[in-house]
């Protein structure tokens, strides 16, 4: 069936280091995908989206690259801060499906 | 102001129980879900109601009952609780056009 997947479960940075959250999408219909943050404790936030028609898009500290042609999303956050450190999920979702799908999951955790 | 609020935050129960957890959201939209986040953080979708209209219900057992009595509120009802209900739920909702959600903080709820 439709899943998104993150290649791995576990991330553990320096700070002030750059991180790179991987992600693998399987359904070619997918054309929004979204990133979200999750702290111990709270529900998943909001960090940043791309459309299908975009391969790149910067936001404060963090940039989301699409591959279509691999199906393939990555999240990197510059000058990685102890703030930082949650589990990051990826998600899809298409105009048919109405739905937001999401992977697995990846926990960072950021070393002072 | 919160804006997706979840009842209880805690919940425990005995196995065979009937327990309810409440959402409302004050931000307007117009679409709610109820999402499961199992014990590996995998987070699934459960339902989805559309201006109080049930417009996806994923393989759930139907000891598990959506009720929305109006779209600013999703209330999930669960039967005879069983151990395998264990798990973190949690509401979203999303606005017409817009297709990532705002999450509530979770209901983990514990069966015993």
């Known amino acids: 069936g439709e899943s998104v997947g993150l290649h791995l479960p576990t991330l553990s940075v320096q700070e002030g280091d750059n991180s790179i959250i991987n992600c693998a999408y399987s359904n070619s219909a997918s054309d929004y995908f979204i990133w979200y943050k999750q702290e111990s404790g709270k529900g998943p936030q909001f960090i940043i989206d791309i459309r299908s028609n975009m391969d790149k898009r910067q936001g404060q500290r963090v940039t989301v690259l699409l591959n279509k042609t691999v199906k393939h999303l990555s999240l990197q956050i510059a000058a990685t801060q102890p703030g930082d450190s949650a589990v990051y999920f990826c998600a899809e979702n298409n105009r048919g499906g109405g739905k937001l799908i999401f992977g697995q999951g990846t926990e960072l955790s950021v070393k002072p | 102001d919160t804006a997706v609020s979840q009842t209880p935050k805690y919940l425990v129960t005995q196995m065979g129980n009937d327990k309810s957890i409440k959402c409302e959201q004050n931000l307007g939209h117009d679409t709610m879900y109820w999402y499961k986040q199992d014990s590996k953080k995998f987070l699934k979708i459960m339902f989805s109601y559309n201006n109080k209209e049930l417009i996806i219900n994923e393989t759930v057992p139907n000891r598990f009952s959506p009720k929305s009595p109006d779209k600013a509120h999703l209330n999930l009802h669960i039967n005879s609780l069983e151990l395998g209900d264990s798990a973190v739920y949690f509401c979203?909702?999303?606005?017409?056009?817009?297709?990532?959600?705002?999450f509530g903080s979770g209901t983990r709820l514990t069966v015993v």
């Open positions: 979203a909702s999303s606005q017409p056009g817009h297709r990532g959600y705002t």
